[in-house]
Antibody, heavy 121, light 110 residues
Framework: VQLVQSGAEVKTPGASVKVSCKAF????????LHWVRQVPGQRLQWVGW????????KYSEKFQGRVTLSRDTTANTVYMELSGLTSADTAVYFC???????????????WGQGTMVTVSS | QSVLAQPASVSGSPGQSVTISCTGT?????????VSWYQQHPGTAPKLIIY???ERPSGISNRFSGSKSGNTASLTISGLQSEDDADYYC??????????FGGGTFLTVL
């Protein structure tokens, strides 16, 4: 069981970034996937979640309006797109799976390796 | 969603026990038994060590235990080992299908 994320990105201020997270060796539609970011040296921040089964989503108020989560069930992949990038968005972005199939918000037991997004002019 | 309060750092000697607190409100930690704890070593993804406030995932040592009293959850690590030297984060369900994390605690094994 693993989640594999796309590679590092470098973006200019004002641009958008789209990060992918591909699931392996489990039933993709059975587990909600969350996105969490971590500015270097700082705490974990919750971004939002998507249910790959029914495409339901929930976003953190902090990112509402700038973040879009999507999924492709044929590719066992979820995506996080963040727009209006500023230097404050420079961070590692993780996808992570809930521990139990019946839960939308739960402990996150399988994590992707993280994707570094750097915003710089 | 506000941040759950954790001490910035704690320390202990090998073999000792340490407890890390995670203080929220009666809208998150105090209301739901859905607190999780994560261990994170530098440059790696967080690792789930406690979920549902007191449950350990398969493969996690019984040296790690979780508890809760009121609006404060706690992680206790007994028999400290050098590999426990890491950052620890709590999280809690915060209602409305949202999740909130703590500020993180750095554990130093002396």
């Amino acid at each position: 069981v693993q989640l594999v994320q796309s590679g590092a990105e470098v973006k200019t201020p004002g641009a958008s970034v789209k990060v992918s997270c591909k699931a392996f060796e489990y039933n993709f539609v059975s587990y909600v996937l969350h996105w969490v970011r971590q500015v270097p040296g700082q705490r974990l921040q919750w971004v939002g979640w998507i249910n790959p089964d029914n495409d339901n989503k929930k976003y953190s108020e902090k990112f509402q309006g700038r973040v879009t989560l999507s999924r492709d069930t044929t590719a066992n992949t979820v995506y996080m797109e963040l727009s209006g990038l500023t230097s404050a968005d420079t961070a590692v972005y993780f996808c992570a799976r809930v521990a139990r199939t019946t839960m939308v918000v739960d402990g996150l037991d399988v994590w992707g390796q993280g994707t570094m997004v750097t915003v710089s002019s | 969603q506000s941040v759950l309060a954790q001490p910035a750092s704690v320390s202990g000697s090998p073999g000792q026990s340490v407890t890390i607190s995670c203080t929220g409100t009666d809208s998150d930690v105090g209301k739901y038994n859905l607190v999780s704890w994560y261990q994170q070593h530098p440059g790696t993804a967080p690792k789930l060590i406690i979920y549902k406030t007191t449950e350990r995932p398969s493969g996690i040592s019984n040296r790690f235990s979780g508890s809760k009293s009121g609006n404060t959850a706690s992680l206790t690590i007994s028999g400290l080992q050098s590999e426990d030297d890491a950052d620890y984060y709590c999280s809690s369900y915060a209602g409305g299908s949202t999740l909130v994390f703590g500020g993180g605690t750095f554990l130093t094994v002396l």
